[in-house]
């Protein structure tokens, strides 16, 4: 099952998701920050996060 959490890259941020995490469920989480051409420092940096939904709270794999 995939889903979306957050803000999409337009701007808008997801408001119709309801989805419970359980057990077993695998989540990937990618901030991204982005600075505008024309802007000191223009470019931009995605970190990433997996993680895996157990029993007893998540499990990062970095």
């Not at 995490?21 to 982005?34: A, H, I, Q, R, Y």
Request: proline share 5%; glycine share 14%.
């Amino acid at each position: 099952m995939w889903f979306r959490s957050g803000i999409n890259t337009d701007g808008t941020v997801c408001k119709d998701i309801d989805t419970v995490l359980e057990p077993g469920m695998v989540v990937s989480l990618e901030p991204m920050v982005t600075v505008m051409d024309g802007q000191p420092g223009a470019g931009g940096y995605r970190e990433h996060c997996i993680l895996v939904i157990g029993e007893d709270g998540a499990t990062s794999w970095v």
